[in-house]
């Protein structure tokens, strides 16, 4: 009996190590790639969404005429923090897709592959948070301890996220239209987000109950809103905020993986 647990944690521990491995070498790549034969490298994940503040600022400044303090900061932290979701989802959802050749080669555990596009995506917000940093240092706006809720925050997210990479790159394998209708979902999700806009102009303008209920279970606006409680008004994220965050990360993933575990197996009968 002892032996017998021995060798399934062995068992375990050595897979788990395997995956660790894999998963490394997929983000390496996808790294190397993504930044080959560009000059600037690394550095055009912090310019673009500086620059992409500057040109949203200027425009929605004076089309809003909203009064949002530290308006280009409230601004890149949301572009930043949905552009993680849109990006880990767009390729996660092909990931199955682009690794046919390999899948069929080779033993190994699929949901590496729309994991491994979360993980990378996580990179690439890691070097869009120091543009962050510069716009909070331009403003002269300080870290508070409330920065170390910030891993909290990407846990959830990465686990929503990779959920949802699940999910859609399962049903991609069977369904190709979902590539072209989640590029619509992705737009249309994006302009109910308070990314660029206040909820408070919904309630000033007397929006229906039901748009500001939809409004405030978005998942991506609460992790938004997380994410603006402890960088941008320095403050401990609300009971509502954290559980809605919460909730909807343990939903997705159950969700995802309940999907992508029950189609995995008839993957190589369609790529």
Known sequence: MADSSANHSNYVSGTFSKDAFILRQLVSTDFKLKYRRSILGVVW???????????MSVVFSYMFRYNIENYPLYLIIGNITFAFMSDSTNQG?????????LLKKIKVDRFLFPVQKVLFAL??????????LAVMLWFRVMPTWHFILLPVCLLLLVVFCSGLGLLLSAAAVFFRDVMHLWGVVITAWNYL?????????LVDNHAPWFVLAVVRL????????????????????????VAL?????????????????????????YI
């Open 93 to 101: 959802m092909t990931s199955i897709i682009n690794a046919s050749s």
């Open 245 to 269: 965050c919460v909730v909807w990360a343990v939903v997705m993933i159950a969700i995802g993986i309940f999907v992508f575990k029950k189609t995995e197996h008839k993957f190589i009968l």
């Open 45 to 55: 994940s912090v310019l673009n969404p500086l620059l992409m503040m500057v040109v």
């Open 193 to 201: 987000t308070p990314v660029f806009w206040d909820v408070q102009m």
């Open 123 to 132: 990179v690439n917000f890691a070097f869009s948070f120091v543009a962050v």
């Open 218 to 241: 978005n998942p991506m606006y609460n992790y938004i809103q997380f994410m603006r409680d402890i960088v941008l008004w320095q403050t401990v994220p609300s009971f509502e905020t």
